[in-house]
């Protein structure tokens, strides 16, 4: 049976109530937050977190950058609601809106980072979300993306295995899988005007590992992208 996102809906609303109190806090959440820390810059303006849950994520690097922008993204009201609290203590700094990961509800080139934990397996059509990602960043911002490992015997059992067994047909991608979606996309109409940008894809790619019981890969890559006006193949302006 397909995997569809009323399904991630449903199932993220129902996690809500005991995700921030869940095991898999110390596991694999906490550890992917301070690697993602880590890659943030005093220089960096506004970040945009996709999936962002309750918010832990994004009050902390509200704390260690104190003059970033934070915006957070999620598809589940639930979650959202949870972190009501959390996020009321970093005021201003810290938005957070409802949303799909598909159809980002921010201008092309608003983000110098956009970043996604844990979440994007449950995304089912993957590669319209990392074209929206790419979208949204500025020319060289940078896509920070962790997921499950499932590269290895271990990764391959927790995560094809236990993890689909739990959750349905969610689809964690190989290193290889996900090097190739940052590297394709193809031709895409600029939304704010009639301009044309020949994405490139992201350049710089990067991935970095963490082994463990949950082992999670950070992809990372740089938004190979152009405000210069191209002129559409014949074939593809049709």
């Known amino acids: 049976m397909a995997y569809l996102r009323e399904t991630a809906n449903r199932e993220f609303d129902h996690w809500s109530r005991t995700y921030d109190r869940s095991w898999l806090q110390w596991m694999i959440f906490h550890p992917s937050h301070q690697m993602m820390l880590?890659?943030?810059?005093?220089?960096?303006?506004?970040?945009?977190?996709?999936?962002?849950?309750?918010g832990q994520f994004l009050v902390q690097a509200a704390h260690?950058?104190?003059?970033?922008?934070?915006?957070g993204l999620d598809l589940s009201a639930k979650m959202l609601d949870q972190g009501q609290e959390r996020l009321a203590r970093v005021g201003d700094q810290v938005t957070v809106v409802r949303g799909d990961s598909e159809r980002l509800?921010?201008?092309?080139?608003?983000?110098?980072?956009?970043?996604?934990?844990?979440?994007f397996h449950h995304y089912p059509r993957q590669q319209a979300a990392v074209a929206e990602m790419f979208r949204v960043l500025r020319p060289d911002g940078r896509l920070l993306l962790i997921d499950g490992n499932r590269d290895r015997l271990w990764g391959w059992l927790v995560f094809d295995v236990a993890v689909t067994t739990i959750e349905g047909g969610v689809h964690h991608c190989s290193g290889l899988e996900l090097r190739a979606l940052f590297r394709k996309m193809g031709w895409r109409k600029v939304v704010a005007s009639s301009d044309l940008f020949r994405l490139a894809g992201f350049a710089q790619v990067e991935q970095f590992s963490r082994r463990g019981l949950a082992p999670f890969l950070m992809t990372k890559g740089v938004a190979a992208k152009s405000?210069?006006?191209?002129?559409?193949?014949?074939?593809?302006?049709?």
């Open 105 to 119: 509800p921010f201008a092309d080139g608003s983000f110098d980072v956009v970043t996604c934990r844990h979440s």
């Open 64 to 71: 260690e950058f104190s003059n970033l922008g934070c915006f």
């Open 38 to 54: 880590q890659q943030l810059r005093a220089s960096d303006e506004r970040l945009l977190d996709i999936g962002c849950g309750t």
């Open 227 to 238: 405000t210069k006006q191209f002129v559409l193949p014949a074939a593809r302006a049709a």
